[in-house]
């Protein structure tokens, strides 16, 4: 049974937060995953380009002067969709990525698919993407690893009527094509929600049915990762009981960066309190968040004042807040934090920039 996307079973956990304590030693990680279409809606060729040249132009300016406990800038990370590539949107990207302010990733919308024909398409953009565009890194089995977002939220089948996928074994397509991080969740209030609420854990296939990353082992200190398992990094989720619809119901609390739900500092205690870590290292807190950056109203909220006025409340709490220390990291150096917590790592002195490569704990 489920209420707006959400399994009863996973409520319990949903209405009883962790309590953060900013009076202790807290680092916390920030990535803003997009799911980035300039071609939404199926806009005119000059439309798709504006969209895209705002975001080159504006988005250095809109994190000027901005930084983190390391002196970084905001960074943002844009997974693009295969199913929409366009050479020249994808270079202009790029070219914003390598001055420093985020990275590249791939999204996929499909539907219909058989495992062929899903490998095939995710191993052709993920070439196109490392052999074209310079994006993407190679692991240390020298295989190109890429991070993933679903389209439509139906990562490996999960829709009830099976629209959007139809593969049941993608988990583990995905991690043969060297995926080494799905960020799709939350999805709630949608109905792919997993069981699994606030947590990174590892899915394990069963390639027979949909919906493996339903459950599966989390990550833990001390432990090395299943050699089968693909790492899911979920987003915050919870209920707002601060906002509430009609004046009685709470309102869903998932990490989507909205005009109607712009970045705050109430917005950040909600995200910490959901309590998203490696088991065994409380004082690591992964905030993944997630947009729709090329849709002009995002754009508004994302390259204007909303955005920039929650980087700098969230400074100004900080300096208030010694204890605090807080990271703008991409979607590749969040995964790489978990391997190092896994592994027992402190953070590195030079910050997670200096993070090692995903796949080596």
């Known amino acids: 049974m489920r209420i707006k996307g959400i399994t009863l079973s996973a409520i319990p956990r949903l209405l009883a937060p962790q309590r953060v304590a900013f009076d202790r030693p807290l680092h916390v990680f ?43 800038p905001p960074q943002h990370t844009f997974f693009y969709p295969g199913d929409e590539y366009d050479a020249e949107h994808v270079d202009q990207i790029a070219d914003l990525c390598r001055l420093g302010f985020g990275d590249v990733e791939v999204h996929l919308h499909h539907r219909h698919d058989t495992s062929q024909s899903l490998r095939d398409k995710l191993e052709r953009y993920r070439d196109t993407l490392f052999h074209r565009h310079g994006l993407l890194e190679k692991d240390e089995t020298g295989q190109i690893a890429y991070g993933f977002i679903h389209g439509n939220w139906a990562l490996d089948n999960s829709r009830p009527d099976g629209d959007w996928c139809g593969v049941n074994d993608e988990i583990t397509i995905l991690r043969e094509t060297g995926c080494y991080a799905d960020f799709t969740m939350p999805a709630a209030p949608e109905p792919c929600q997993t069981k699994t609420v606030n947590s990174i854990y590892y899915a394990i296939d069963d390639p027979l049915r949909p919906k493996s990353h339903d459950r599966g082992p989390v ?143």
């Open 219 to 361: 990550a833990r200190v001390g432990v090395r990762p299943p050699g089968d398992g693909l790492m899911m990094i979920q987003g915050p989720l919870g209920f707002d009981w601060s906002s509430r619809k009609r004046g009685l119901l709470p309102r869903l609390e998932n990490g989507d960066l909205l005009p109607v739900r712009p970045p705050s500092l109430k917005r950040f205690w909600l995200w910490c309190a959901a309590g998203v870590r490696v088991a065994g290292r409380a004082d690591w807190l992964f905030i993944k968040l997630h947009t729709h950056g090329a849709q002009e109203a995002n754009m508004e909220m994302l390259l204007g004042e909303p955005m920039r006025r929650f980087h700098e409340e969230l400074r100004q709490f900080a300096a208030e807040h010694s204890q605090l220390k807080y990271y703008y990291v991409t979607a590749r150096e969040m995964a790489s934090l978990v391997h190092q917590a896994e592994a027992g790592h402190a953070v590195p002195a030079a910050g997670p920039v200096a993070a090692d490569n995903v796949n080596n704990s």
């Open 30 to 72: 920030i990535a803003v995953c997009d799911h980035y279409e300039p071609m939404h809606g199926r806009p005119a060729r000059h439309v798709q380009n504006a969209r895209v040249e705002r975001w080159v132009n504006g988005f250095p300016m809109s994190v000027a002067g901005l930084s983190d406990a390391n002196g970084r």
